[in-house]
C-alpha cells in the first residue's frame, strides 16, 4: 500500500492535538452586574445634571425661582480643572476652594485606573456607557460593525494621546500662580455653567460635530472612547501598572477564538497570556463569552508553579484560587474607591466650592462674557 511521504528536507509536524473543553460550572453575570453599575453612575450623573440646571436657573432668574444647592459632583465634568487643583496641591501642597471636588474625582478615576485596570471607561464613565450601546444598537441594525484597516486604526487612536499630550503640556507649563488665578477667575469660577452653556446654545458647527460623533459611533464601536478621549488616554496609561489584568489560563484554553472576537477593542485575547494592553478597559466581555472553566479571569497574577503543581488534577482551578476578581468584587471596589474618597473630601472640608451666592448672581447670569 502506498503512503504519503513528507518532501524532502521537510519534517512532518503533527497535527495539533484538540483541547478538551471543561465546561463552566456556573453562569457569567459579568455583564449584568457591569450593566447595573453604568446604569446606576448614568442615573447618578442625571440626577447631579438636572440638580445643576436647577441651580443655574436660580441666579439667571435673579433668585426668583427654586433654589437648590449647587451639585459638587457635576465638577466630575470638569477634568480639565481635576488636572489643573491636582497640579497645584502638587506644587503647593493646598486645595483651592474652587472646584475642588474635580481633584478629588480626578483622583477617585486614576486610583480606579491604578486597582482595577481601565474600569472607569467601561464601569462608569456615563459617555462610554451610551458609547457602547451606540455601537451595540448598530451591530445589532446592520449585523456587525465596522473593523478599520490596523494602521489606520493605529493612527486614529494616537490621537487621543496627541491630546491629552497637549492638555498636559499646558498644565504643567504654568506656574502654581498662574494656576491658581486661572481657577479663581470669572472665567474659572463658572467653568461648569459654559460647560452646561456649549450644550444648552449649541451651534450650528457643535451640531454637526456631535452628530458626526454619534453617527460613527454606531459603525465604529466606542469611536469617541477609542479615537478622540484624552481622559480615557490617560486612565489606559495609568493602568499599565494595575496588578490586576485579564489573564489567559492555556491548559484551560481550548482555541475558541470567542474571547478575541468579543473585545470591543479588537485585542487579540485569544493569543495573550495577559492584556497588558493601554486599551483594554477590564470590560469582562471577553470572560462573559469564554466557554472554558477558568480559562480566561480579571485576576491578580497566578499563583506559581512553586505554590501549585501544574501536573495536579486541581492545578487550573487551584492557580487561580482567590486570585480571579468576580464582577461584585469589582463593583465593590469602585463603589469603595468613589464613595470612599468623596466622604473624606466632605470630612475634610475640601469637596464644596467656597464662592458666595452674591458672587454666582453677578458671574453666572454673564458667564458667556468670560473668556480664559
Not at 433668585?63 to 506644587?91: C, H, K, Q, T
Amino acid at each position: 500500500m502506498l503512503t504519503a511521504s513528507a518532501s524532502p528536507g521537510k519534517v512532518a509536524t503533527p497535527p495539533k492535538q484538540k483541547k478538551v473543553l471543561v465546561r463552566r460550572l456556573s453562569p457569567d453575570r459579568s455583564q449584568q452586574v457591569r450593566r447595573a453599575v453604568q446604569f446606576a453612575f448614568l442615573a447618578l450623573n442625571a440626577w447631579i445634571g438636572v440638580q445643576f440646571i436647577l441651580w443655574v436657573r436660580f441666579f439667571e432668574s435673579q433668585g426668583s425661582s427654586f433654589y437648590v444647592e449647587r451639585p459638587s459632583g457635576v465638577d466630575g465634568w470638569l477634568p480639565i480643572a481635576g488636572l489643573m487643583n491636582l497640579r497645584y496641591f502638587v506644587g503647593t501642597g493646598k486645595i483651592t476652594e474652587i472646584h475642588p471636588s474635580a481633584m478629588v474625582l480626578f483622583c477617585a478615576f486614576l486610583v480606579a485606573s491604578l486597582l482595577i485596570k481601565k474600569s472607569f471607561c467601561s464601569w462608569l464613565c456615563p459617555v462610554g456607557t451610551l458609547s457602547e450601546y451606540l455601537w451595540k444598537i448598530g451591530r445589532k441594525l446592520m449585523g456587525r460593525s465596522l473593523v478599520l484597516p490596523r494602521w489606520l486604526d493605529w493612527l486614529l487612536r494616537s490621537l487621543k494621546y496627541l491630546l491629552l499630550a497637549f492638555f498636559v503640556f499646558i498644565v504643567f507649563t504654568m506656574s502654581t500662580e498662574a494656576l491658581g488665578g486661572f481657577l479663581a477667575s470669572p472665567f474659572g469660577i463658572v467653568a461648569d455653567v459654559k460647560m452646561l452653556n456649549f450644550f444648552r446654545h449649541i451651534g450650528g458647527v457643535g451640531i454637526v460635530v456631535v452628530a458626526f460623533l454619534v453617527v460613527l459611533s454606531f459603525f465604529i464601536q466606542n469611536a469617541w472612547c477609542r479615537f478622540l478621549c484624552p481622559y480615557g488616554a490617560l486612565m489606559g496609561i495609568v493602568s499599565t501598572v494595575s496588578p490586576v489584568k485579564i489573564r489567559r489560563d492555556d491548559q484551560a484554553c481550548i482555541d475558541c477564538g470567542k474571547c478575541n472576537k468579543a473585545c470591543p477593542s479588537h485585542l487579540p485575547v485569544d493569543k495573550l497570556v495577559q492584556v497588558r494592553s493601554v486599551e483594554c478597559t477590564g470590560c469582562m466581555e471577553c470572560i462573559a463569552v469564554c466557554p472554558a472553566e477558568n480559562a480566561l479571569q480579571l485576576s491578580l497574577p497566578p499563583w506559581p508553579q512553586s505554590v501549585v503543581d501544574r501536573a495536579a488534577p486541581q492545578a487550573t482551578q487551584l492557580r487561580w484560587q482567590r486570585r480571579a476578581l468576580k464582577p461584585q468584587v469589582v463593583a465593590a471596589v469602585l463603589a469603595v474607591v468613589f464613595f470612599g474618597l468623596i466622604g473624606l473630601a466632605r470630612a475634610t472640608n475640601h469637596w464644596y466650592t467656597n464662592v458666595s451666592r452674591l458672587i454666582y448672581m453677578d458671574l453666572v447670569p454673564n458667564s458667556d462674557r468670560y473668556d480664559h
